[in-house]
């Protein structure tokens, strides 16, 4: 069977989509131009107004293939195996582009990624990609990362986070969350693999009591299970368990770039339950680093030492921000406040839906996870060895992230003092750190710090500090030095530094 490739400007999507879906899918014009208007569409207007489209027909679909063989073949009415591809590229693109050696140059920088469209209609939407690029706005900051794929037999790499709709059989919201964790993890570390909707069934099939497709969903300890079996050391954080610090946690794990599931619904007045993902959030703007509170979940005896020093200690997560999600109800990269996550829904029984738990797909040999480790930088920076200045005023900017990834940031960083930069590199680390940097609103809106803690995140015990791996603030350095067993300081004149940024991109 030939491959098609057809290409149009994107303010003619209607007309070519309605078109295919007629010819390709079965579907007749009036139903066709609803299907376009109230799935399609949304999608669509997303996008630059100068963009182009390619459409490729037939398409196969590695995800849609593996749900039409494990379900959709085995019905009496005849469902389509293949699916169609909707590419996007930014200005101008036509078939010889595709021909011409520096004409495919121009065409890779202009490549913003793919849609694909399945028969299982009402539910088009299948698996995607789209470049934050392609969208007419896109403030924030993201998880994001590469995936390689082709048009017109030409190969294309676009950056973004995979998204698809559930199909509402053979994968529900749940699933579809899995699946685009997966695909995203997958396709960044080696470590992991991406799943296919079987795969899912599969793992899940030993803690199920019922079967399991037509899905009905899954309940927030399956996922995690899921997520465990995959690899992970997930961790489950609930609003309940941890009150006015659970939005708080959830913001740490953006910043560390750590993609999590959250679970929203509006019980016990509605019957809403829904999962989806978090995976960034908007850039800062100075008027809210002006509102940045004080911590106020402290002890006492902490509150008490704070208030006898007048130190002033504001957390970056507090900061009140818009994150985005990846929503299977939506188009990809919703912005939202975690207040109210679905307030973009047109339907108003949404709008009180409210985070009640979230998950997070740690690396299995964090031990240190990021409530313990927020309340070891407070206490250590209020108790001591060495607190404090009185009069501090700070706010402390907690994250995740990789030794080498952050031996890297280091190494590259021009603004940071040669002895506090060789210091660090020279400092064995493990896999994975906990840093937190010390600013101020002035400095923030520049995007500089002035002091620096880093512990390490495989190392659970809290005892005598003995997850400190080096500290910098207030012109000291405290260390442990390993020969003598014990922490120990150096006076050294501190600058500021710019912040680490390589956990979420633009």
Not at 19 to 37: A, G, Q
Not at 156 to 162: M, T
Not at 481 to 502: H, M, P, T, V, W
Request: net charge neutral; charged share 25%; with cysteine.
């Amino acid at each position: 069977m030939a491959i098609k490739n057809i290409i149009a400007e994107i303010k003619y999507s209607k007309d070519l989509i309605t078109e295919l879906l007629k010819v390709e899918f079965n579907i007749d014009k009036v139903n066709s131009e609803l299907l376009y208007d109230r799935i399609i569409k949304p999608h669509i207007d997303k996008i630059k107004a100068d963009s182009y489209i390619v459409a490729e027909l037939p398409y196969i679909d590695k995800v849609y293939r593996d749900s039409y063989y494990n379900y959709y073949s085995s019905k009496l009415n005849c469902y389509k195996r293949d699916t169609i591809r909707i590419s996007f590229f930014e200005g101008i693109v036509n078939q010889d582009d595709f021909r011409v050696a520096e004409n495919i140059k121009r065409i890779e920088k202009a490549y913003l990624g793919f849609i694909v469209l399945r028969p299982t209609e009402p539910s088009l939407i299948g698996r995607s990609v789209l470049s934050p690029k392609a969208l007419l706005t896109n403030g924030f900051k993201i998880c994001k990362t590469t995936f390689q794929t082709t048009v017109n037999s030409v190969k294309f790499e676009v950056k973004g986070f995979p998204h698809s709709s559930q199909d509402a059989e053979t994968i529900s919201c749940a699933e579809t969350t899995l699946w685009a964790l997966m695909e995203y993890f997958g396709n960044k570390y080696p470590e992991y693999r991406p799943v296919l909707p079987s795969d899912i069934i599969k793992t899940l099939k030993q803690v199920s009591s019922e079967r399991q497709v037509p899905s009905k969903g899954l309940n927030i300890q399956q996922m995690s299970f899921a997520l465990k079996e995959y690899g992970f050391g997930t961790r489950i954080y609930s609003r309940h368990q941890y009150g006015s610090s659970f939005e708080n946690l959830l913001s740490c794990y953006i910043e560390s770039g750590i993609p999590v599931i959250v679970a929203m619904e509006n019980r016990p007045n509605g019957n809403i339950g829904h999962a989806l993902l978090c995976i960034g959030h908007e850039d800062l703007r100075d008027g809210e680093i002006d509102k940045a509170k004080e911590i106020g979940s402290l002890d006492a005896n902490l509150i008490a030492i704070k208030a006898k020093k007048n130190i002033r200690i504001a957390d970056y997560d507090d900061i009140d921000k818009k994150f985005v999600f990846i929503d299977d109800n939506q188009p990809a990269y919703q912005v939202a406040d975690l207040k109210q996550p679905a307030i973009h829904y047109s339907d108003r029984q949404w709008h009180t839906c409210q985070i009640t738990y979230f998950i997070a797909p740690l690396y299995s040999k964090i031990y240190l996870e990021a409530y313990e480790a927020k309340s070891f930088f407070t206490r250590f920076l209020l108790q001591g060895p060495i607190p404090l200045n009185d009069n501090s005023d700070i706010v402390l900017r907690c994250f995740l992230a990789s030794g080498r990834s952050y031996k890297d940031s280091i190494a590259k960083n021009t603004t940071m003092q040669v002895d506090l930069k060789e210091m660090i590199l020279e400092t064995s680390m493990p896999k994975f750190v906990w840093v937190a940097e010390l600013t101020n609103k002035k400095l923030l809106k520049t995007k500089e710090a002035k002091g620096l803690i880093i512990i390490d995140a495989t190392e659970a015990n809290l005892i005598f500090n003995k997850p400190l791996i080096l500290a910098a603030y207030d012109d000291n350095v405290i260390c442990f030095d390993q020969n003598l067993g014990k922490l120990i300081n150096y006076a050294l004149s501190l600058r500021n530094f710019c912040i680490f940024e390589n956990n979420l991109q633009d």
